[in-house]
């Protein structure tokens, strides 16, 4: 069992939404953070938030989709931290919309984030925790990496992506001290990307909340789990009915309500 107490862990996406829910998770096991976004003030508030833990905190205001400040970000923790111990790869953003009606830039710059981010990040990070013969990578990918939801086939594409590029590393570390993590949670209402549109997701499909993310998080470094489902059984059932057979996965998806519940949203008939 691995202990978060002391450890030193950049998390992106710490300014809004689920972010600062598993910052706060991970402070409270005693862990130090450094949290990384565009907004300065989001990563304030978090960084307010977590004092009361007493942990060390460090903000850095970046915007990943940019190579040479993902650079900056790394060099700017080590030299405050001296070491990252943890990289919690959980920035990320859906561009929701039929496919032809996005524009290249906006697809571009979901899979720069969603998918570029995490491996350059992990490109960066690597050297260090293989030298120091122990470092963990947690990635947050989606459910939508297994079922290939209508209308986020960018966002879809990026988080399957993510994990398949994870479960590849992982073996090819195997043996290094390394460990890696995929979470796959599925719609939260509460808080983060969906949560603006203000509808529920299919009930056959249900829901997860930003709480058991984070618990997953935690469980998936103390436990080291490879990958974590943060969902309702129906959804986990989707999944891999859509891994055995394509046919009768899209089929369920019709009748379980997601590419209605997926076209809606975007039609912003809600
Ligand atoms: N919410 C859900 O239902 C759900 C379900 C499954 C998986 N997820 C995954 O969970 C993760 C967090 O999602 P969320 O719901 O918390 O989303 P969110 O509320 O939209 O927050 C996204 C986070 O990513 C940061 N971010 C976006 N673009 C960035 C950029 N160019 N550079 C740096 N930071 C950037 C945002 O900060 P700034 O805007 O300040 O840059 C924010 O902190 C994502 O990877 C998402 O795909 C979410």
Redesign the pocket.
Known sequence: MTTIHGKYILL????????PVIAEALAARGAHLAL????EE?LLATANQLSKFGTKTMIVA????QASEQMELVETVMNNFGRIDILIN?????TEGAYLDLSWEAIQKTVE??LLAPMRLTHLVLPTMIAQKSGHIVN?????AKIGAPYAATYCAT?AGLAEWTRALRLELEGNGIHFSTIL????NE?????KFQIQSPSLIGSTNPDEVARAVVKAIEKDKLELFVNSSPARMLSVACEISPALGDWLKKILGVVDFQRKKVEKKW
């Open positions: 992106t996406g710490g300014s809004r939404g689920i972010g990384a976004a565009r907004s989001g970046v915007d990943l989709s959980n920035a990320g953003l859906e984030v969603n947050i990918a989606s459910v939508a988080k949670p599925g719609y939260i808080v983060g990307m969906f949560a």
